[in-house]
């Protein structure tokens, strides 16, 4: 399993959000390529970034910090998330040197864009499904849908999607722990492996996915807990790496 360090773009800078709120930031960095440095050092085998701004804008707003991330650490897998609504978008991502980009709000709109970019960029769609109590949220969290999150999991079972990155929103940020028994469901649901997102708090939370890993969990996406020192990368990555 994967400890997968956030790294949360907002006006050029490294911030959390609150469940995402962006008018509950706080700012960690104004230098995300050494922010992302510091998550390498410590022994990160791939990072998340979001483009928070993007989210909302629907399109790209700290593609060049992005850009200056996969070129700083050309052998790191990076995954991208955050106004990707179009296949140019997918291809300039890719071209500088991201491996892998997460569809969200598109994916529930249009899921058959999913299908359709999964064909186009074989092995580098990730979907992202952000959900409050089991419902899908879209828009960067603004609006909160209909539609089981499970049911949308199996709706890409067969479009070759390499993972789902699965977000409780509402412990997104909160630092009150991961919430495990959804992303159990969640991995359950489908064929799909599925990164964990929000909550994550300190090593009891790597150490309960790690448990559950077997049923399909590849990593654990973790921001605010490493900002403020509650869990470190190292030692949960050492963790996940032992028997």
């Known amino acids: 399993m994967l400890i997968i360090p956030a790294i949360d773009l907002k006006d050029g800078e490294c911030v959390r959000l609150r469940q995402g709120r962006m008018d509950d930031s706080t700012v960690f ?11 390498v050092n410590a022994g990160a085998r791939r990072l998340h970034l979001v483009d928070l701004n993007g989210a909302f804008a ?3 707003v700290n593609g060049e910090v992005v850009k200056a991330i996969a070129g700083a650490y050309p052998g790191l897998p990076i995954q991208i998330g955050g106004g ?6 997918i291809e300039a991502y890719l071209g500088a040197g991201v491996d ?11 899921p058959e864009f999913v299908t ?15 959900a409050k109590n ?24 067969a479009d070759g999607v390499s993972a789902i990155v699965y977000t409780d929103i509402d412990r997104d940020g909160m630092m009150q722990g991961v919430n495990v028994n959804a992303t159990v469901a969640m991995a359950q649901a489908s064929s799909i ?14 150490r309960a996915l790690k448990e ?18 509650t869990l470190d990368v190292a030692q949960a990555q050492l963790l996940c790496d032992s028997a």
Do not use: H
């Not at 960095?29 to 998550?39: E, L, T």
């Not at 089991?134 to 960067?140: E, N, S, W």
């Not at 997102?197 to 939370?205: E, F, L, P, R």
């Not at 559950?212 to 990593?219: S, W």
């Open 29 to 39: 960095s104004s230098d995300p390529v050494a922010m992302a440095g510091q998550w």
């Open 212 to 229: 559950v890993a077997d049923q399909g969990i590849l990593g654990a996406i973790t921001g605010r807990a490493i900002y403020e020192g």
């Open 84 to 89: 990707i609504r179009s296949g140019d978008t």
């Open 58 to 60: 629907g399109e790209p």
């Open 116 to 130: 359709e970019m999964c064909r186009q960029f074989p092995g580098r769609i990730i979907v992202g499904i952000d």
């Open 100 to 110: 892998y980009v997460i569809i969200g709000t598109k994916a529930v709109k249009q």
């Open 134 to 157: 089991g419902k899908v949220a879209t828009d960067g969290w603004a609006e909160v849908t209909d539609a089981v999150a499970v049911d949308l999991a199996r709706r890409f079972e």
């Open 193 to 206: 492996p599925v990164i964990a997102s929000g909550g994550i708090t300190d090593i009891n939370d790597i």
